[in-house]
Structure formats: C-alpha cells, structure tokens
C-alpha cells in the first residue's frame, strides 16, 4: 500500500514539474475559482430577501411593529430613518393580515369609532367636545393622506365656542394643516382648490380665507382668490415668459459657445427687460392717391363753356361818366360789336381713406444683456485665450442682441449701445461641481454582470476540459504501470560446445542483464509482479 502511494506521489510530482507556470496557474486557479462560484451561489440562493411591509410610519408605530416581530422571531429591518420596517418577502402578506386583525400598528389617534366602543353616559360636555375635535382631525387627516402625492398629514382645528346669547355672533373656525408630501411632487392650482375646499366642507363655518397650508418645507400652498386670478395670471404667465426668453437665450448662446470652446469652459447669464403693456387701436387715415402732387383721383369731371359773338346791339344803361357811370360804356346811339366767353370746369377728387384696428405685441424686449465667462485653455494663465477668439465671441452676442432687442424709428440701437450689454470675462472656473456617475453605474451593472457570468462558465467549462483530461492521462500511465514491458531475451545460438544451462539459471542472468542494462524497465517490471501478488 505504502509502494503505491510513493508510486502516485512520485507521478504527480513529475507531473507538477512538467507544467509550465500558466498551466500551474490555471490548475490551482480553476478549482479556487470553482469554489467561490459555488459559495456566491450558496449565499445568493440562501439569502433572506426583505421587502417593506410597512412605510411612513411614526416612531411610535415602528418601535410597536418591531416588538411584536421580535416576539415572533421574525427577521426584520428598520430602514428610512425608522419610518420603513422590512420583512421577509414570504411572510409579508400573513403578517399584514396578522397584525392588521390585532389592531397593530396603534397610532393612539382617536377617531370616530372611539364614541361607538367607549359611549358612556358620565362623560362631559368638555369631555365631549374635545373627544370630538381629536375624531374630527383625525379622520381630516386620514382623509388628506389618501390623495395622491401626499405621504401623511397633520391637522390642527381651532373651533369656535359658541355665545351665551341668541345674539351673540356666531365666530369662524380656523385650521392649520401640514403635508408630508412626495419629493419632487408638484400640485397645480386645481389640486389646490380642491383641497382647500375638501377642507372647508368638512368643518362648519370654516371659510377658505382661515386655511393654512404648508409641507415639511415651510412652503405654502396660497389658494388664488377669483378675484385677483386673473391678476395673479398675468403676473405669473409674465414672469414665466420673461425666464422662458432669458432660458431660450441662454440655451443658445450656451450651446454655441459650448461647441466652440467645450461645454465645461463657458457660463453664460441672460437678463431681460420686457414690456409687456398690451396696446389696441384704431387708425383712420386719409392719404393722397399721388403722394407727389398731393391730388387724390378723379371721381367726376363737369366742364362748362359758354361763349357769344354779338353786332349793334342796343346799348343801355345811363348816359354820363360820373361817379355812377360805367366807363366804356356805350352812350345812347351808339352801336358796337361785344364777344362773351366762359369756361367752368369741376373735378370732384377722392383720397385714400384707410382704417387700422391694431393690436400690439403681447410683449416687446425691450433691453437684454448677456454675461458669458469663459475659461482659456490654460486655466492658470487667462492670456492664453487669443484676443480673436474673445473679438469672435462679442460678434456673436452683438447679432444676438441687436436681433432681440425691438427697435423702431424712435429706438434705434448703435453699435456702441449694444457694446455697452455685452460682458465678456476670461477667467478660472474654480468652482466646477463634479458629478459623480450614479447613473453609469447602475447602467453598467447589468453588463458587468453578464461579463462576470461568461468568465465563470468558461472557467468551469476549462476545468472540466482538464479534469477530464488528467484523468484519462493518469489511466493511461497507469496502464503503462500494470502492463508489463516485455522482455526480449538473448536469441542467440548458444555454442554447441557450452554446457546447457537450467531454464533458471537462464532467467537469472537475463534479470541481471536488464537490471544493468535497463534498470528503469526492470523496476517496473518488479512493481507489477508486486502488484499481482
């Protein structure tokens, strides 16, 4: 038994000495590599996965969830800052239903359902009412949290008491409500409205004026007033369109510049001045048809000739040149000869009668100005950056804003105006944010994944190949081993003359003959006659 583990030992070792340093490498690394697949197997299929069972819960709900799981002997998992309690994925919908019918979580509110389990008839006028301004909060808040975007609710009402006389004015009740709401969830003014007036009717005499709204953040959530709405629209749609022009500018120049100089070189600031005054008209006006001699067209034309050749006419009148008479005048018989000629011409003229109904611009920039900071290739020494680049820069700006910019016969810009709105600083950025890949991150996992996968099972696959290879090469040797290699002895003719030796004699000296001649064969030749006894 001893000689055939020297025998094996002996033949791995020749075998180990044989190989070269990858193949060593790859024999050792292969099984290490199999044993890890097979433990990260293990610890993936064993490994408990937790799910949340319950979210947004207070401290006190979390603190009795978690006691009643310990008691159980169920894992669980506080995460979010106590507000998440996790379980294991199997038994998270039992255990819902489980705890649900032992009224657990208890958040210690009183609602509605207390007057029906602890009615009784020692209770208090005090005693009652504020049991029943606790109930109504309560199931306000319930109420509240179920709409969507809010995590949970908190609800204050201050109640008015009422007067000891009829005529006693009644006063108005007042509510203060905080909203735990989603991140990044954003309620437009309907969703507003409704929730004021969700409020409203769910209190008497609780006008929408004494609501107050606000989130975790301290940030208000106003109700616009029908009043000043369209007020409030104008406002608001103005300064959304103001930021829309400077965003749009800006855009703009920030990718231009950014294509120019890199995206990580230029900053760029907008500022707007728009005017939004809406102006609306009526023109009536009256112009000539010719404006170069001023005449309109000729709607009708009448002309009118009279003429009258006459001889020896009577003449009339008085006779005498005083101070009544008519000089040249024919005294009484006297005969002459008289022509009469009279033109009359009327040209009836029309111009050009015109009416605007004009509606001006919504809005009209009326002053812009660009700010852009840009980074020379060499952050350290600004001069770097060629004074053509910095010149090509403000021609750019230049046609951007004198193109904005409304101009009109009365607001011409110069090119030193526009000049005067553009800023152009080369200088160190030292305050580049770095954004660390989150998203790359997740997005290569998959991939890395499916790499870490594929190596594996070639691996295991180039095992295999191995194992299987060795063991056929350790069968082979070891037929080699157990066979015997077979023996040519002596052919030759012995002499007539020599004496005749004995078959054992004759095998003795061939055994020496190979021992001294072959003494690898003849140890092999001993191990298998050991093997067979």
């Given at each position: ?292 001699n001023m005449e309109g ?182 037929e080699e081993i157990l ?30 003959k190979l021992a001294k ?17």
């Open positions: 038994m001893n000689e055939k583990l020297q025998l094996y030992k002996t033949n791995i070792s020749e075998y180990w000495k044989k190989q070269s340093g990858l193949q060593k490498a790859t024999i050792i690394g292969l099984p290490l590599l199999l044993i890890f697949i097979i433990t990260l197997t293990v610890f993936l299929t064993t490994k408990t996965n937790l799910v949340p069972m319950y979210s947004n819960l207070s401290p006190q709900e979390t603190g009795q969830i978690k006691a009643t799981l310990d008691a159980r002997g169920i894992q669980s998992e506080i995460v979010d800052n106590g507000s998440t309690i996790k379980v294991p994925e199997e038994v998270v919908e039992s255990l819902m239903v489980e705890l649900a019918a032992e009224g657990i979580p208890d958040s210690g509110n009183i609602d509605y359902s207390f007057f029906g389990q602890n009615a009784s008839f020692g209770m208090t006028d005090n005693e009652f009412n504020m049991l029943k301004l606790e109930s109504t909060q309560t199931e306000l808040a319930n109420l509240i949290k179920g709409i969507d975007g809010i995590n949970d609710a908190k609800v204050m009402i201050s109640m008015p008491s009422d007067g000891i006389f009829v005529k006693d004015s009644q006063t108005e009740a007042s509510a203060s409500i905080v909203l735990n709401t989603k991140t990044g969830y954003k309620f437009d003014q309907q969703q507003i409205k409704s929730l004021y007036h969700l409020v409203s009717k769910s209190i008497p005499n609780l006008p929408t004026d004494n609501i107050v709204i606000t989130n975790q953040n301290f940030e208000y959530f106003d109700l616009e007033n029908e009043e000043n709405l369209s007020l409030i629209g104008n406002v608001a749609s103005q300064l959304g369109v103001k930021r829309e022009i400077e965003r749009d500018i800006q855009r703009q120049v920030q990718q231009m510049l950014g294509t120019m100089m890199g995206p990580d070189k230029v900053v760029v600031s907008v500022t707007t001045d728009i005017d939004f005054t809406q102006e609306n008209r009526q023109e009536n006006l009256v112009t000539p048809v010719n404006p170069e067209i000729e709607i009708s034309v009448e002309r009118i000739t009279e003429t009258f050749t006459g001889e020896g006419a009577q003449a009339g009148g008085v006779v005498g040149t005083g101070e009544t008479d008519v000089p040249t005048y024919n005294a009484n018989g006297q005969s002459g000869n008289g022509d009469y000629e009279r033109i009359e011409e009327r040209v009836n003229r029309d111009v050009n009668r015109i009416t605007k109904d004009i509606v001006e611009a919504p809005y009209k920039i009326r002053d812009l100005g660009i700010q852009v900071m840009v980074e020379a290739p060499d952050p350290k020494n600004p001069a770097s950056m060629p004074q053509e680049r910095v010149d090509d820069i403000e021609r750019i700006l230049s046609t951007i804003v004198g193109t904005s910019i409304n101009q009109d016969a009365n607001n011409e810009l110069t090119q030193e105006d526009i000049q005067d709105k553009i800023v152009v600083s080369v200088q160190e950025f030292n305050g580049k944010e770095t954004i660390a890949p989150e998203t790359q991150v997740i997005n290569t996992i998959p991939l890395l994944v499916y790499i870490i996968g594929g190596l594996l099972l070639v691996g295991l696959i180039i095992l295999l190949f191995l194992l299987i290879r060795k063991k056929k090469n350790k069968e082979i040797e070891e066979q015997p290699e077979p023996i040519f002895f002596d052919q030759t003719i012995p002499d007539i003359n020599d004496e005749k030796e004995s078959d054992a004699e004759a095998r003795r000296k061939q055994l020496e001649d072959k003494p690898e064969d003849f140890a092999k030749l001993l191990r298998s006659w050991l093997a067979d006894e």
